[in-house]
């Protein structure tokens, strides 16, 4: 039997020496941080911890840069947004039991984000494992299954030699479609372990390619380029795979009005004649496309966001194109078309065939206008003043990252986040605190450009820690902290539902003054003043806080 060894990695003479005489005092850990070399790594985010020091320690010897947090799940967070920034793999080195539990909660919003995040946990020496109850620090008994749920791939190396296979797996997994957090565990005693194994060279983890079925895109081309009034729904999967070009040609081919949802903010141009913009949250557009009848839904799952709260129900034919099998007609019937959403819309744009819809810019304006009146006649200017302030202060090429906050649910639906991959927020998983841990793996990604993070004074607490690693660093961002001097959303929510609040109003520092003990510059500002005072903040080097203290209310919903 022959085997082709020419798309093999090749080593150098000087490579091949090496192999034979590898330096000596070199560990586990050496091991977990030359794959991550070889396999293209350049950043590593983490939190040290005892049972995880051989890793860290061997970062001394290596070209990664280490962005340490101050919590794990704030590194989760910082690994995760540099996963979405960047399209790499985000390492994110934990330690054993609750620095690997801590973690879980970024982990879920990496995973329902599809964030290719590769968190390599330590574990308790191998004499522990198996099910025993020894005693040890950290000891769980069975780690792996407290992540198991949440990622989308588990591997374990219990040898020196099964650490650089056990990365190369992971590292593949979590660049495979849909992308997503895989998890290493690898014991201390390994990690640190003396090691005469040779140095890792380049590894190929090139992960697999997920393409459509060729009936599938017939069958939808036909369907598409006969239709009589086609709608585009593009979702966090265009984002994803940097399918935005594609989205936009076919959408022109077709004449087919597109709506983004949350996840796929930049996805289709704000002020395209086409865009329907990324008002979901509304029964106008519900209903516009509900009577689509046909209705391409690219990247989504049609969750519950992204179906205005379980209210859609589209009565045309629905194709939909998405790389998790899990999520193809999880809630409507569909023509299913399991596939990378780059590569169904490339096939796509190729088979259908043009068709032209003169009314179709018409419809749009149309939806839009009952869109801006149904909120115009709420009177919430202090909220569209505010958003259009962070609009004007943001450059176009910078990113946001939003916490789960009132302002962002505003963004959601009306920012303008204009180029694709720039608006980011925590709606995969719902979660509190992403914002500014998100913000400071952003800048990690691309120091040369301000990040701006926007959180309530509520989730601002999870993460007031993470200034001491904005300031560290020296990364170029700004946040934004809305106070209202509690849970805002869930203040809303419980006055609706009960008449009467628990557990929402928060007594909170004053930022400013501890933003300036972190050495981090912070001023207050006011609605008038927030444009300037922002764009001020983002003009400057290094880390910034401006505080706007507003009580600022949501547009009513349509779904109740």
Do not use: C
């Not at 599809?114 to 780690?143: C, F, K, N």
Request: hydrophobic letters at 45%; a negative charge.
């Amino acid at each position: 039997m022959s085997h082709d060894h020419d798309d093999r990695p090749q080593l150098t003479a000087a490579q091949a020496a090496a192999v034979l005489t590898p330096p000596p005092g070199r560990n586990g850990g050496d091991l977990v941080v030359e794959s991550l070399q070889g396999l293209g790594a350049t950043t590593v985010f983490g939190l040290p911890g005892q049972h995880a020091l051989g890793m860290f320690d061997a970062l001394r010897r290596s070209s990664l840069r280490y962005v340490g947090l101050r919590v794990e799940n704030n590194a989760g967070f910082a690994a995760d947004a540099y996963g979405r920034i960047t399209g790499e793999v985000a390492p994110l080195l934990l330690s054993t039991g609750p620095g690997a539990l801590t973690s879980l909660a970024a982990l879920q919003e990496a995973a329902a984000a599809s964030a290719p995040v590769l968190a390599i946990s330590s574990q308790i020496p191998t004499a522990g494992l198996g099910g025993g109850r020894h005693g040890y620090l950290h000891e769980l008994r069975d780690q792996q299954a407290s992540v198991r749920d949440i990622v989308k791939s588990v591997h374990t190396a219990r040898a020196a030699s099964q650490i650089p296979s056990a990365i190369a797996a992971a590292w593949e997994s979590a660049l495979t479609a849909p992308h997503g957090p895989v998890w290493v565990e690898i014991p201390q005693d390994v990690l640190l372990a003396e090691t005469t194994l040779p140095v890792v060279s380049a590894m190929d983890a090139t992960p697999r390619e997920l393409y459509p079925r060729p009936e599938l895109t017939i069958a939808a081309a036909h369907l598409l380029s006969n239709a009589e009034r086609p709608v585009i729904i593009a979702g966090g999967g265009v984002v994803r795979s940097d399918a935005s070009g594609k989205l936009r040609a076919l959408a022109e081919k077709l004449d087919a009005p597109v709506v983004t949802t949350f996840g796929g903010k930049g996805a289709f141009p704000w002020e395209h004649p086409l865009s329907l913009r990324s008002w979901l949250e509304d029964r106008h557009t519900t209903d516009f496309l509900e009577d689509a009848d046909v209705l391409l839904v690219v990247g989504s799952g049609l969750g519950e966001l992204s179906s205005n709260y379980h209210t859609f129900r589209p009565r045309g034919r629905v194709i939909q194109i998405e790389a998790d099998a899990g999520k193809l007609e999880s809630n409507h019937p569909a023509l299913g078309i399991h596939s990378d959403a780059r590569e169904a819309l490339a096939d796509l744009l190729e088979t259908v065939e043009r068709r032209e819809d003169t009314g179709a810019v018409e419809r749009v304006r149309t939806v839009l206008e009952k869109v801006r009146v149904r909120i115009d006649a709420q009177e919430l200017t202090l909220e569209q003043q505010v958003l259009a302030a962070v609009r004007e202060a943001l450059p176009d090429a910078s990113p946001s990252f939003w916490d789960m906050t009132i302002l962002a649910y505003w963004a959601w639906s009306a920012f303008d986040a204009r180029r694709p991959n720039t608006m980011h927020s925590a709606q995969g998983a719902g979660g509190l605190g992403y914002g500014f841990p998100a913000a400071i793996g952003a800048a990690a990604a691309d120091p040369t450009t301000p990040v701006l993070a926007v959180s309530g004074d509520g989730g601002a607490m999870y993460s007031i820690a993470e200034l001491a690693t904005a300031r560290q660093y020296d990364l170029p961002l700004t946040w934004l902290i809305v106070d209202d001097g509690g849970y805002g959303i869930l203040r809303e929510y419980m006055t609706g539902a009960f008449g009467e609040t628990t557990g929402t109003e928060l007594s909170r520092p004053d930022f400013v003054a501890l933003a300036e003990s972190f050495g981090v510059p912070a001023v207050r500002t006011t609605p008038e003043t927030l444009a300037v005072d922002l764009a001020k903040a983002l003009a400057e080097p290094g880390p910034s806080v401006v505080v706007l203290p507003a009580l600022l209310r949501m547009f009513e919903p349509t779904h109740l």
